[in-house]
């Protein structure tokens, strides 16, 4: 009979340094292994929920990743399988999932913004309006902290939340409601929002946000996508499904737009983001992307549409679609075909980050 698991030996394993309290010689059952540790018990197993794991059959370097659903279930995957993670206070309606490595967030749409703590791996509750019911949505990543939106109900008003790794928070009022948020390089910021039929984007340093934020009109237009980016400076691009109107801006401030001289030619927007070099929108199984935000070549993605996609150290990874059956793909190219795939996920799974980089 093999050895059972310690506390002890599954930080040595993974590499990871999280007490539960009990001691290093106390033993997890497989449920509590699996909600603290993730998915580093080999695939196939027969472990009943209550069992306790053997050190045999723990596996180390395995790909981590969070998933959320178009329900706003959360699931972590990895190791060839995934498990669900239980209701946060309640909640299981976590729209945004961000963050990489030591930074994963999960934001609800009613109940607020979650952080998976490290050492403990609990998800712990860093900001919630307790004053007045707020929608909230749009969770994106800096490097010292979170930024989204408040608004739909409350006091009426629109909101831009930042929430600082230290434990302090601004609030900044916007015009209207926020269809997309995105951060880059040097910690800059860029909130699309619409407001009568135009654009209204703000562009801000996370790190030393003014006390008010300030608009810039690109154009009348929706912006369904903001990609905050880098080419020689900062710089950002904001997209519209509606004839593929697309704007990009050369200054960090973001206080003048141009109009792309040629532009993406999509059918349909999943997302935007920017990858090391590149201004990338993804949309279907098609992808357009740009090295300046001005000029734009539009190609395939492969045989599958895809739900969702990320740039990690020179990996791309994303969810495919095949009916409501969803799978992860893997490649170091922005194209996927059967070749690429790695991991079956949840059906209707929508976002996808990744826990160990």
């Known amino acids: 009979m093999g050895r059972i698991v310690t506390q002890d030996k599954l930080n040595e394993l993974t590499g990871q340094s999280i007490d539960y309290g009990k001691g290093g010689g106390y033993c997890p059952y497989y449920d509590l292994l699996i909600s603290r540790w993730g998915n580093v018990v080999k695939q196939p197993n027969n472990y009943r929920s209550d069992q306790l794991v053997k050190e045999e059959d723990i596996v180390v370097n395995t790909d981590l990743f969070l998933i959320n659903t178009k329900t706003g279930r959360l699931y972590f995957a990895g190791g060839g399988t995934y498990a669900q993670v239980p209701a946060i206070d309640g909640h299981e309606d976590f729209m945004y999932i961000a963050g990489e490595g030591e930074a994963v967030g999960a934001l609800s749409t009613a109940g607020g913004l979650y952080v998976m703590n490290q050492s403990t791996k609990q998800w712990e509750l860093k900001y919630k309006d307790t004053a007045r019911t707020y929608g909230y949505s749009h ?206 996920l949840p059906d209707y799974s929508r976002q996808v980050i990744k826990i160990n980089v």
């Open 139 to 344: 969770l994106a990543r800096f490097s010292t902290g979170w930024v989204f939106y408040k608004g739909v109900v409350g006091d009426g008003k629109n909101y831009i939340i930042i929430v600082y790794d230290n434990g302090t928070t601004k609030e900044l009022s916007v015009i209207s409601n926020v269809y997309s948020i995105s951060t880059g390089a040097y910690d800059y910021c860029c909130v699309g929002t619409s407001y009568q039929g135009g654009a209204r984007i703000y562009t801000f340093s996370a790190t030393s946000v003014p006390d008010s934020l300030t608009y810039y009109t690109p154009g009348m237009f929706t912006p369904n996508a903001v990609i905050q980016g880098f080419f020689r400076e900062p710089r950002s691009v904001v997209y519209c499904t509606t004839s593929n109107y697309t704007y990009f801006s050369a200054n960090p401030a973001g206080t003048q737009w141009t109009a792309a001289t040629t532009r993406p030619q999509l059918t349909s927007l999943t997302k935007g983001l920017y990858t090391f070099d590149a201004f990338v929108l993804i949309g279907g199984n098609m992808q357009s992307t740009s090295l300046d935000g001005n000029n734009w070549t539009t190609s395939t993605l492969g045989e599958y549409a895809i739900t969702d996609l990320i740039y990690i150290k020179s990996n791309y990874y994303a969810i495919g679609i095949n009916g409501t059956k969803r799978f992860l793909l893997h490649n170091t190219a922005s194209t996927f075909d059967q070749s690429n795939k790695i991991l079956d």
